[in-house]
């Protein structure tokens, strides 16, 4: 079905009108929400998490249709042939079998007549024997020391989830390893890390599926020059993850080890393939690890066996499609009080973003209205120091708070006013979604709330890893029902390719001007020109 027949389906016909009524001064948050049977009639609990979507700007009537809408466009019947492996990834001509790096059952699952699962829990085992070498100091550093540092290099899905996953459960880190991030070409990146590793004890991990990446090369190049200027051979310092034959996996050029990822795999989508497990496992250890991806498991099977109506991702991304093409709401904010999901939202933002920022369906038609809404968040309390005052009284914007009910750090119990400070925590996540829905007159216009802002709770029962996993499947599954939603791809990202292709030609004539002072830089445009001279001369 394409994306034009989507806006001439009855449904969303319908939604469009729903949306007008639900604009009404009757239908205002503080009217809707004193329905005393509301919380029981929106909202959904299942795998230990509770989703309350109470508080949207949506009624029993709009909510039918957005579920008819989700019948119409197939969207389970899509999910779950993504969890089998057709090519939904058209354009690539791509399988997205995420899923399957999680996927405990004793089931087969072929892709071009071959069964992938034995290869992805070889890769597993793999990566299981070699953190456990590196953990009782079998495998050591060229000089002898115990590896007590790691640095990922690589950008994007190579590192933003991982980073989300080790943040969230930093609290189970007991390897004696510290993870570091080196992602960004900035060299203040570099300098960073260099100032807090022991070279001598430093695995240098090498993320890249095509290994061509040019921020990951330049990173790398870096890494191996400062490895040589301290003497240390970066052979056996060195950890690749990549495609079977790319530069990475090249016997001609040794590492320590190399672990394969896979073409049908997204590197956004990639957490729990090699791509996260081989830094997790260093850090967490690997069975915290499979915690993690039983976790995500848990998820996945909601996802695809719940009913429509039962299912909270697909509901999320129902919910997330009202807000963006109905209610006309541009953004979309994630505000966990929960101090460890402090990098969820950076995670997010790429998964949807990147996903679903695009312009165009699977038939090539272009859509006449925007998908994918702009995904940013911070944890609370802190956000409601920052920018709540634009949530409250300035421009409206939806948000999703997650809540915590057992904090990892139980036994810090002590009061203030009365309250201990997880107590204190909860005090805020309780009110602010109540505040942002029912606004508060004054007589004075600086003091009034307008209320009828829309949020969705999102409550865990802890931060084990299992909870991670399950946050981190049901944000996944999201953002593909989303998609399907749409009619769009959400496992390509061309949008990226464009502004790379103009750094190439920058970075040529940079080149060609440190190879030569004298070099021309007139090829280049004006603009491109001057701060290209501007750099030179500086």
């Not at 980073?163 to 060299?187: G, P, R």
């Not at 953002?479 to 990226?496: C, H, K, L, R, S």
């Amino acid at each position: 079905m394409t994306a034009q027949s989507l806006y001439t389906l009855e449904s969303w016909k319908q939604l469009m009108a729903r949306a007008e009524v639900m604009n009404q001064p009757q239908h205002h948050l503080k009217r809707l929400i004193a329905d005393p049977n509301r919380l029981s009639a929106f909202s959904l609990a299942a795998a230990d998490v509770f989703f309350d979507f109470s508080r949207q700007r949506i009624d029993a009537t709009a909510l039918a249709l957005l579920f008819e809408l989700a019948r119409t466009r197939g969207l389970q019947e899509k999910f779950a042939a993504m969890t089998q492996g057709e090519k939904l990834n058209i354009t690539e001509n791509r399988a997205a079998l995420h899923t399957a790096t999680r996927d405990f059952s004793s089931n087969s699952l072929y892709l071009d007549g071959k069964d992938i699962l034995p290869e992805l829990r070889e890769v597993n085992r793999r990566i299981k024997d070699f953190s456990d070498q590196i953990h009782d100091g079998t495998i050591r550093g060229s000089t002898g020391k115990r590896f007590r540092h790691v640095v990922v290099i690589g950008i994007g899905g190579s590192y933003l989830g991982t980073e989300f996953v080790s943040t969230a459960l930093k609290s189970y880190a007991d390897q004696n390893i510290d993870l570091h991030y080196l992602s960004n070409v900035d060299i203040h990146n570099f300098g960073a890390i260099i100032q807090e590793i022991d070279p001598e004890a430093t695995l240098w991990l090498i993320i890249s599926k095509s290994y061509t990446t040019p921020e990951t090369l330049a990173n790398e190049s870096l890494a191996r020059a400062f490895m040589a200027e301290k003497g240390i051979d970066p052979s056996k310092h060195i950890v690749t993850v990549t495609a079977k034959g790319s530069p990475g996996d090249d016997p001609a050029n040794p590492v320590l080890q190399s672990f394969n990822m896979f073409d049908f795999i997204g590197g956004r989508y990639s957490v729990c393939s090699a791509v996260g497990a081989v830094p997790l496992s260093l850090y967490l250890g690997y069975d915290i690890f499979e915690r993690f991806l039983k976790g995500a498991e848990a998820m996945d099977s909601h996802a695809v066996h719940s009913p429509i109506h039962e299912n909270i991702p697909l509901v999320a991304a129902l919910l997330a499609i009202w807000n963006n093409n109905f209610l006309k709401y541009p953004a979309q904010a994630i505000i966990p009080y929960a101090a460890p999901l402090a990098k969820l939202a950076p995670h997010v933002q790429q998964l949807n973003m990147e996903s679903n920022g695009k312009t165009v369906n699977t038939d090539g038609i272009f859509l006449n209205e925007p998908c994918g809404p702009i995904i940013f968040g911070e944890p609370g309390t802190n956000a409601q120091h920052s920018f709540f005052q634009l949530a409250h009284q300035g421009r409206a914007f939806p948000i999703e708070f997650i809540g915590v009910i057992h904090p990892q750090y139980p036994k810090y119990q002590s009061l203030s006013k009365g309250v201990t400070n997880h107590q204190e925590l909860w005090a805020n996540l309780l009110s602010q979604p109540m505040a942002l829905a029912t606004g508060k007159d004054d007589a004075d216009p600086a003091r009034c709330f307008s209320g009828n802002r829309p949020s969705s709770t999102l409550i865990l029962k802890d931060l084990s890893p299992e909870s991670i996993g399950k946050l981190l499947s049901f944000y996944e599954a999201r953002t593909v029902f989303e998609a399907f939603i749409w009619g769009i791809n959400p496992f390509d990202q061309f949008g990226v390719e464009l502004g790379k292709v103009l750094a190439g030609k920058i970075r040529q004539e940079m080149a060609d001007r440190n190879m030569d002072s004298a070099h021309s830089l007139d090829s280049t445009d004006a603009t491109t020109r001057f701060y290209m001279e501007m750099l030179f001369s500086g």
